[in-house]
């Protein structure tokens, strides 16, 4: 999607689910929009980037429950481990929340409440599981029972293990409390219904002017074909945002988990006199784009905006949705230990290792197939055998024989081929195919190795002056297109990037190196440091 310079652009990332610790799965969303971030200010764009921890919901509460001790210390404990892994792995969010705070619940019952003024929200008997033995009120995840549509086991709120249908309170068939396994039974419990009928309209015409993938748009088509069906958006917990006027309800965690996003903007432009959180969210005035998992294409793409357009906000202009992980073909299981914990990965290997499988193994739409095998050849064919050999080859060559950047005109063919790569990851970032980013800057680095290798330098070296002036242009040539690479692979690799940018004899912040800086000729005479190894291979 292309966009207009002059307008701000607000990320966003699937906020993740704080009750348990991140796992290579989480990252399929967080990298790829970081690396979406990264990019666009090097394009010059105006970009600020946010998330937080998403910390209401049965869920929680169950894992609580199970742990002895509150909501708020199992939030408190996963939000912080969050954080430290987006830390390491340099996901760099300009603002990190959590939906538990007060600027959230304030903004959530804001929202509720002009949904409820605008005839948006009613009232309705339902019947709800309840439990004799516990004596409460079960709310979705406490019950377990048969799914109405395909009869496969379900939970209380989606047919998980199957159809993934969306299910209402008392639809499960059979139902039994995930507390203590007894039967439940069904009782009449008023809750309050948002009214997503009454949008159908509206979302068949937002899908068709809506940016980002086409399997969100797709995906979201085909519900809004069928007849949409209301929403339940109270749920019988003591933990979350308490509904309007009721204190024995709260709102249903996908209603305030969302407004986060809008609660976060207004923390992050708190005191700024030059901007605020309205532009975004309530002026039309920039753009928002929401990076998030297939799986959660339905809450973004017809839920989430369908409560924009009734409570009075801007509308998102695009939704990009990653695949989802599997490992070894399988899908993620905790219980069967079928995971890969990122804090354990991270011991192990350099989490830019890691960003760069990621983003390159496969098409951001497709699913990715992670193992062991295809993590070691992405590392030692491309990392180790195409990149870093570039590196360690000229900069060896370069230190011994000049100890610095040659004199010398860079030739034109170089600039071309820079030209040629910039225009390709541009594109690529702007129809949101980062692996096709990566193929365009690694070519370039394998350019660099056919280049070099073509020209013979060390037989240049050998032919007196005019062959060792020749030899420095060529060594020059080389010296421009690794300093390509790096800036056009900082966005997937930060560290290692700003590493190798040291090497090459730039002194600044590789960070903060506009595109513009590509066909700026490398100075001579700037010092190279006796180069060390970018990559180690890895033994499987």
């Given at each position: 999607m292309e966009i207009p310079v002059d307008k701000p652009i607000l990320v966003t990332s699937a906020l993740p689910y704080v009750n348990g610790e991140c796992h290579i799965g989480h990252l399929r969303t967080y990298v790829p929009a970081d690396l979406y971030v990264r990019m666009l200010r090097k394009m010059c764009y105006n970009v600020r980037f946010i998330c937080g921890s998403d910390t209401h919901g049965t869920p929680i509460v169950l894992s609580a429950e199970a742990q002895g001790i509150t909501p708020k210390a199992v939030v408190k404990r996963y939000h912080e481990h969050f954080r430290q892994v987006f830390k390491a792995l340099n996901v760099d969010f300009d603002y990190y929340g959590q939906t538990d705070s007060e600027s959230n619940h304030r903004r959530t019952e804001e929202i509720v409440k002009k949904l409820i003024e605008n005839g948006y929200v009613y009232k309705k008997i339902t019947k709800q599981a309840y439990c004799n033995t516990c004596g409460r009120f079960l709310p979705d995840r406490y019950v377990e029972g048969k799914c109405p549509y395909c009869g496969a086991i379900a939970r209380g709120d989606e047919c998980d293990q199957s159809?993934?249908?969306?299910?209402?309170?008392?639809?499960?068939?059979?139902?039994?409390?995930?507390?203590?396994?007894?039967?439940?039974?069904?009782?009449?419990?008023?809750?309050?219904?948002?009214?997503?009928?009454?949008?159908?309209?509206?979302?068949?015409?937002?899908?068709?002017?809506?940016?980002?993938?086409?399997?969100?748009?797709n995906y979201a088509r085909e519900w809004v074909k069928k007849e949409l069906r209301d929403w339940c958006i109270t749920r019988n917990l003591d933990w979350g945002v308490k509904f309007p006027g009721r204190d024995d309800l709260v709102v249903y965690v996908w209603v305030d988990a969302p407004?986060?996003?809008?609660?976060?903007?207004?923390?992050?432009?708190?005191?700024?006199?030059?901007?605020?959180?309205?532009?975004?969210?309530?002026?039309?005035?920039?753009?928002?784009?929401?990076?998030?998992?297939?799986?959660?294409?339905?809450?973004?793409?017809?839920?989430?905006?369908?409560?924009?357009?009734?409570?009075?906000?801007?509308?998102?202009?695009?939704?990009?949705?990653?695949?989802?992980?599997?490992?070894?073909?399988?899908?993620?299981?905790?219980?069967?230990?079928?995971?890969?914990?990122?804090?354990?990965?991270?011991?192990?290997?350099?989490?830019?290792?890691?960003?760069?499988y990621i983003i390159s193994q496969s098409s951001h739409t497709k699913e990715l197939d992670f193992s062991w095998n295809s993590f070691a050849m992405r590392v030692n064919n491309e990392l180790v055998g195409v990149l870093g050999n570039l590196?360690?080859?000229?900069?060896?060559?370069?230190?011994?024989?000049?100890?610095?950047?040659?004199?010398?005109?860079?030739?034109?063919?170089?600039?071309?081929?820079?030209?040629?790569?910039?225009?390709?990851?541009?594109?690529?970032?702007?129809?949101?195919?980062?692996?096709?980013?990566?193929?365009?800057?690694?070519?370039?680095?394998?350019?660099?190795?056919?280049?070099?290798?073509?020209?013979?330098?060390?037989?240049?070296?050998?032919?007196?002056?005019?062959?060792?002036?020749?030899?420095?242009?060529?060594?020059?040539?080389?010296?421009?297109?690794?300093?390509?690479?790096?800036?056009?692979?900082?966005p997937v690799m930060p560290e290692k990037m700003q590493e190798m940018w040291h090497l090459i004899g730039m002194e600044s912040d590789v960070h903060s190196v506009k595109l513009d800086e590509l066909l700026v000729p490398i100075e001579s005479g700037q010092a190279l440091v006796k180069p060390k190894k970018l990559f180690r291979r890895i033994e499987l």
């Open positions: 159809c993934g249908k969306h299910l209402e309170p008392g639809e499960i068939i059979e139902p039994k409390c995930k507390i203590c396994g007894n039967d439940a039974v069904f009782k009449d419990q008023e809750q309050f219904f948002f009214l997503l009928s009454a949008f159908a309209e509206f979302l068949a015409s937002y899908l068709d002017t809506l940016g980002g993938t086409l399997n969100a748009r407004i986060g996003y809008i609660s976060f903007t207004e923390e992050l432009l708190k005191g700024n006199e030059d901007i605020s959180w309205d532009r975004y969210w309530k002026d039309d005035a920039a753009v928002i784009v929401h990076f998030i998992g297939t799986d959660i294409i339905y809450h973004h793409c017809i839920f989430w905006p369908a409560m924009l357009k009734g409570a009075g906000y801007s509308l998102p202009d695009a939704v990009v949705a990653s695949g989802m992980v599997k490992i070894n073909g399988e899908t993620f299981s905790k219980s069967r230990g079928n995971v890969v914990w990122t804090t354990e990965f991270l011991k192990r290997f350099h989490p830019d290792t890691l960003r760069y590196v360690h080859r000229v900069l060896t060559f370069a230190h011994k024989n000049f100890a610095m950047v040659p004199e010398g005109d860079i030739e034109e063919e170089i600039f071309v081929a820079i030209s040629k790569r910039r225009d390709e990851a541009i594109r690529a970032v702007e129809e949101y195919e980062f692996k096709k980013f990566v193929d365009a800057v690694m070519s370039l680095a394998d350019f660099g190795n056919r280049a070099f290798h073509r020209q013979e330098p060390w037989h240049l070296i050998k032919k007196g002056e005019e062959g060792k002036a020749r030899c420095g242009t060529v060594i020059k040539d080389v010296l421009q297109l690794l300093k390509a690479v790096c800036i056009l692979l900082e």
